[in-house]
């Protein structure tokens, strides 16, 4: 039943989406407006067939339905319930199943909020593209990606369970689905951005259609990138959070165009500039999660990340092919019509400096993508493996990083149009005062190195000039209505202005914590009988002794542990089924100032009951995590629509 269930709501969704794209075409060349605002309801028919087929793999999951093999493959009848419901995106066809919703619920919202304009050739044109995306991930479902397929012969009576480390951390239940959600999410900004070219309406006004899109779709996927970080950190057992994987590079290639977007377009809304380059942007962002999509589902790298190898490389490399293609054709055509009269007035300036910003995003995303694909490129051509890396991309990327860290607090104190000196040293001062102070108060405290001198006083230098304009904005919100007084932070706040500065603020602590607990961690083994102590890196470590653990889903060997008299912390030795291999359960004493991440190294030896314990003491990890949220927070007060935003409500595209 699950199966037939499930394979109904995939041919609804599919048979919907090539009907949506048939009438729209229709209502466009026909230029019918009945037809178009008729064909909305295909996207409802999308998400329902999305829904119907979602609640079905969730039922066979969580029913143990072990006829299917996704459920044989991925589940087992003692599997938590919690890893049931998330072993929807365990495996690759589940993963193609969110992904399909994920495009089918941003579908509905976008139909749905422009049901009163879905006449209107811009949001036809957009909604047709949507359309088409959806209609290739429901084909791959009822095709190669078939996550409903049935065993052929009895059914098993229990089957392999979801991977081991999928079902360590919690963590596992919120970072797949807000990841797929950000990187969804760009669909929207893309097709507007298609739209856009081939109505030729590229003015100004399809961005105010645009830019909140992107900003949801950034804020969840800054949110899903951080989770995924702490995930790493939670699970993996190796003491970081960003080894430059693969598959982690593919997440963040996509998050450094839609920055480099979400500031250049500023540049476009108000001085009319970059219309090319914000078009390029989008297209490319949209591309990007295509790429993402491939390398981890078509088998290509090896990545604790990535999914096992599948027959999808062909059709995605394809859909891309033919995306990049259409991108770079429309840009082309419209050519012309991108041109703009005028140009930047000074490279002092906030619009210069937003440029130079975008170029240094620019920059660092092809960084990342030579090192990501390079050995794909050598093991096409020359058929031999070759390896990119951490010294390369650190290397290449450290530089770049640092300069936008000084860009985000010279661009923040910038006017529009021209700056003078006198209006710079004013601005200016303080910020970098106040990171010279923290360069020498650093210096003077023994921390050394010189990227990471400078990185903590750029990001100071970055931190007051966001704090000294969210004070203008709080004395002009104060002069605006002084009654106001106690909801003046919060009107500061909102509004692009006031959320973009705590987002600088957020990517500021992020940075630093980053360079902090890279840099200065320290890592080594202690050996240690039970009841007896060692220090190590200024922590006393006291064993406890074992401990075992036994539920139906799991066995552990545990090593209790206080850490300066806290605790007992259980770093573990974890195994789940009796035919898998035991992996590492860290766990973590963390704090402001440090985390100490403790591993089993070596079970106790039998005679001495001796046991070897990996230690890990990194400064600052606990402000990654409050960084990333920062950033989320800034993201969502940034889509609060400000003075301006209401200004252009009413406006419609040209």
């Known amino acids: 039943m699950n199966a037939a269930l499930g394979h109904a709501g995939v041919l609804l969704g599919l048979f919907a989406a090539v009907g949506g794209i048939g009438a729209n075409g229709w209502g466009l060349a026909r230029k019918k407006p009945q037809t178009l605002r008729s064909a909305r309801i295909y996207a409802w028919l999308i998400l329902a067939g999305a829904v119907v087929a979602v609640v079905a793999m969730e039922r066979a999951l969580i029913t143990h339905d072990f006829s299917i093999v996704f459920v044989a493959q991925n589940n087992s009848r003692h599997t938590p319930l919690l890893y049931d419901i998330t072993g929807l995106w365990s495996a690759l066809s589940g ?10 619920a941003w579908m509905a919202i976008m139909v749905h909020h422009f049901r009163r304009r879905a006449e209107d050739p811009l949001v036809a044109w957009a909604t047709l593209v949507v359309y088409v995306v959806a209609a290739f991930f429901f084909m791959l479902m009822a095709g190669p990606a078939d996550p409903f397929r049935t065993v052929s012969g009895p059914a098993p009576t229990s089957g392999l369970g979801p991977n081991v480390l999928l079902q360590d951390n919690p ?4 970072h797949p689905p807000i990841l797929y959600a950000g990187f969804v999410g760009f669909t929207i900004p893309f097709a507007f951005a298609v739209a856009s070219l081939v109505t030729g309406r590229v003015g100004e006004g399809w961005l105010v259609e645009t830019r909140r899109w992107t900003l949801v779709a950034w804020g969840l996927l800054t949110i899903g990138i951080v989770l995924g970080a702490w995930w790493s950190y939670q699970v993996l057992g190796w003491g970081g959070f960003w ?3 693969p598959v982690e590079n593919a997440a ?7 920055t480099a977007y979400l500031h250049s377009v500023i540049v476009q809304e108000r001085r009319g500039l970059l219309r090319v380059w914000n078009l390029s942007l989008l297209l490319a962002t949209f591309s990007l999660t295509i790429l993402a999509t491939f390398l981890t589902r078509s088998g290509v790298l090896e990545s604790v990340h990535a999914f096992s190898n599948s027959n999808l490389g062909p059709f995605l490399l394809s859909f891309l092919g033919v995306i990049v293609a259409t991108a770079v054709g429309l840009l082309a055509w419209r050519g012309d019509r991108l041109r703009t009269p005028v140009g930047i007035d000074s490279a002092v300036s906030r619009e210069g400096a937003f440029l130079v910003n975008n170029l240094l995003f620019a920059g660092f995303a092809f960084v990342v993508l030579l090192g990501t694909v390079f050995p794909l490129f050598v ?4 058929n031999r493996q070759v390896s990119v890396g951490r010294p390369y991309f650190v290397e290449m990327t450290q530089p770049i990083g640092l300069a936008i860290l000084l860009m985000m607090g010279i661009a923040t104190a910038l006017p529009w149009r021209k700056a003078s000196k ?5 601005r200016l001062l303080v910020p970098a005062a106040t990171g010279a102070f923290v360069i020498v108060a650093c210096v003077v405290a023994g921390v ?44 500061a706040l909102a509004g692009r202005r006031g959320g973009g500065m705590v987002v600088h603020v957020g990517v500021v602590i992020v940075a630093v914590a980053f360079a902090a607990a890279s840099s200065y961690g320290h890592r080594g083994q202690v050996a240690m009988t039970p009841g007896h102590s060692a220090t190590f890196d200024g922590h006393t470590f006291t064993y406890v002794g074992l401990r075992y653990v036994s539920t139906p889903s799991h066995s552990a060997v545990e090593e209790a542990i206080l850490v300066d008299g806290r605790g007992p912390y259980l770093p573990a030795v974890s195994q789940y089924g009796a035919n898998t291999e035991g992996v590492g359960t860290p766990s973590v004493d963390s704090g402001p100032f440090d985390d100490v991440y403790l591993t089993v190294a070596a079970l106790p030896h039998r005679r001495d009951g001796t046991a070897m314990i990996g230690i890990v003491v990194q400064p600052l990890v606990m402000w990654l ?7 989320l927070a800034g993201a969502l007060l940034a889509a609060v629509p400000d003075r301006r935003d209401r200004r252009n409500a009413s406006s419609r595209p040209n």
């Open 379 to 382: 093991q096409a051509l020359q």
């Open 448 to 491: 050394r190195g010189f990227g990471d001198l400078v990185a903590f006083g750029f990001g100071a230098f970055a931190v007051t000039a966001a704090l000294r304009q969210l004070a203008l904005l709080f004395r002009g919100e104060l002069r605006r209505d002084a009654s106001r007084r106690w909801t003046a932070p919060l009107r």
């Open 252 to 258: 963040l290639l996509p998050w450094l165009t839609g």
């Open 625 to 631: 995590w409050v960084g990333g949220g920062i950033m």
């Open 422 to 426: 006198d209006m710079m040293r004013d």
């Open 95 to 104: 993963s193609i199943l969110l992904w399909s919703f994920m495009v089918a």
């Open 171 to 174: 963590l596992i239940a919120f």
């Open 243 to 245: 080894g430059w994987d």
